[in-house]
């Protein structure tokens, strides 16, 4: 009886571990490292090393992408939310939704291989010129414009900031906290 508790647990165990090999994560993790850096230097001598220092590490042998991200998928001592609600000629009084929050690169959606849906990532000039700019992911969209497009829309923090942010992209839901959920 015992063998066949034993068993059948074994079998049970190998056919969610296949389940969870194959979950769509919605990046690719495979040959992702990750490395966490704190510094508290905002100074330009600073930010003059870090760029330096990705640069060093794109020029390795095997190294396809250098992101840079306040989170990364999985880290659950990182869990940054804010309510956002539709910015720009929308319905003032539409009900804002709660969103995880996260500042990452102009690479980090390329270098984890997370699909744009539509419109684009970022670039280099998101971060220096206009507005804010945001990509946010399908499931937000959905929530925020229903089957409407959301590029080329506006969103705001629900914080009474009138600060207004471009829509310029949507990509694929990610598997951010858990496996199970997006």
Same mark, same amino acid.
């Given at each position: 009886?015992?063998?066949?508790?034993?068993?059948?647990?074994?079998?049970?165990?190998?056919?969610?571990?296949?389940?969870?090999?194959? $979950?769509?994560?919605?990046?690719?993790? /495979? *040959?992702?490292?990750?490395?966490?850096?704190?510094? =508290?230097?905002?100074?330009?001598?600073?930010?003059?090393?870090?760029?330096?220092?990705?640069?060093?590490?794109?020029?390795?042998?095997?190294? =396809?992408?250098?992101?840079?991200?306040?989170?990364? #998928?999985? /880290?659950?001592?990182?869990?940054?939310?804010?309510?956002?609600?539709?910015?720009?000629?929308?319905?003032?009084?539409?009900?804002?939704?709660?969103?995880?929050?996260?500042?990452?690169?102009?690479?980090?959606?390329?270098?984890?291989? =997370?699909?744009?849906?539509?419109?684009? $990532?970022?670039?280099?000039?998101?971060?220096? +010129?206009?507005? #804010?700019?945001?990509?946010?992911?399908?499931?937000?969209?959905?929530?925020?414009?229903?089957?409407? #497009?959301?590029?080329?829309? *506006? =969103?705001?923090?629900?914080?009474? /900031?009138? *600060? *207004?942010?471009?829509?310029?992209?949507? +990509?694929?839901?990610?598997?951010?906290?858990? +496996?199970? $959920?997006?």
């Amino acid at each position: 009886a015992l063998a066949t508790i034993l068993l059948v647990t074994a079998g049970l165990m190998t056919r969610s571990l296949r389940a969870l090999l194959a $979950a769509d994560l919605g990046f690719r993790p /495979d *040959q992702v490292a990750t490395l966490h850096l704190t510094s =508290i230097d905002t100074s330009a001598a600073a930010r003059i090393r870090r760029a330096e220092f990705y640069t060093r590490i794109a020029t390795m042998p095997g190294v =396809i992408g250098v992101a840079t991200a306040a989170c990364v #998928p999985y /880290d659950l001592a990182c869990f940054v939310t804010e309510r956002v609600r539709t910015g720009g000629d929308a319905d003032a009084s539409a009900r804002p939704i709660e969103v995880e929050l996260h500042s990452v690169s102009t690479d980090y959606f390329r270098t984890l291989s =997370i699909p744009v849906t539509a419109g684009r $990532a970022f670039i280099a000039e998101d971060s220096t +010129v206009g507005r #804010p700019r945001v990509v946010i992911s399908e499931s937000a969209a959905r929530r925020l414009f229903g089957a409407l #497009p959301a590029v080329g829309k *506006q =969103i705001a923090l629900d914080s009474g /900031d009138t *600060q *207004q942010m471009d829509i310029v992209g949507v +990509v694929r839901d990610v598997r951010f906290r858990s +496996v199970d $959920a997006a």
